[in-house]
T-cell receptor, first 117, second 115 residues
Framework: AQKVTQAQTEISVVEKEDVTLDCVYETRDTTYYLFWYKQPPSGELVFLIRRNSFDEQNEISGRYSWNFQKSTSSFNFTITASQVVDSAVYFCALSGGPENAGNMLTFGGGTRLMVKP | DSGVTQTPKHLITATGQRVTLRCSPRSGDLSVYWYQQSLDQGLQFLIQYYNGEERAKGNILERFSAQQFPDLHSELNLSSLELGDSALYFC??????????????FGPGTRLTVL
């Protein structure tokens, strides 16, 4: 069975601080994909990034960066110079299901990030 | 805006009733997924359809059913509603056959309140 753990349920930082959100996953699949989604107070789920299990290069997009380490089964997300607009719940997710026969996302419990001015 | 639309935004009903949630996928997407987000269970996968056929099933109750129509929109039917069914129901869509590489784009959700 697949599992995603986000141990930090809530993080509070002051604007301009850097913050890292942790994600640890479990899977028996050799090929899999990891995702991060953002859920702002308005409630929708916004896709941020997708990473496949064969690509361990770190990725940077503006103030966002992701660190994928297969050896520790982790896919951590860092926000540099946080802003109030970054306040949201962030979800890490893992894709799975029989190959070419369906795809379901297993989500972690989410981390609520509060950025204070 | 992801391009996935869901109606209605809010739904308030009573125990024992039946409701239908509707979803229109992004233009060109053939796969539709349904998820439930509740305080105690978190975000849980319910069911996936690809081009009208059921592709994968998660922890979906027997009281719940879904279908995808020829125009690719999907409906999630919830019957004999219980208080515990109160949740935010998300629809998502993806472009491909639903392989693991697919990115799922989520709609704004339907908030169901059962009184």
């Amino acid at each position: 069975a697949q599992k995603v753990t986000q141990a930090q349920t809530e993080i509070s930082v002051v604007e301009k601080e850097d913050v890292t959100l942790d994600c640890v996953y479990e899977t028996r699949d050799t090929t899999y994909y990891l995702f991060w989604y953002k859920q702002p107070p308005s409630g929708e789920l916004v896709f941020l990034i997708r990473r496949n299990s064969f690509d361990e290069q770190n990725e940077i997009s503006g103030r966002y960066s992701w660190n994928f380490q297969k050896s520790t089964s982790s896919f951590n997300f860092t926000i540099t110079a946080s802003q109030v607009v970054d306040s949201a719940v962030y979800f890490c997710a893992l894709s799975g299901g029989p190959e070419n026969a369906g795809n379901m996302l297993t989500f972690g419990g989410g981390t609520r990030l509060m950025v204070k001015p | 805006d992801s391009g996935v639309t869901q109606t209605p935004k809010h739904l308030i009903t009573a125990t024992g009733q039946r409701v239908t949630l509707r979803c229109s996928p992004r233009s060109g997407d053939l796969s539709v997924y349904w998820y439930q987000q509740s305080l105690d269970q978190g975000l849980q996968f319910l069911i996936q359809y690809y081009n009208g056929e059921e592709r994968a099933k998660g922890n979906i109750l027997e009281r719940f059913s879904a279908q995808q129509f020829p125009d690719l929109h999907s409906e999630l039917n919830l019957s004999s509603l219980e208080l515990g069914d109160s949740a935010l129901y998300f629809c998502a869509s993806s472009a491909l056959q639903g392989a693991r590489a697919d990115t799922q784009y989520f709609g704004p959700g339907t908030r169901l309140t059962v009184l």
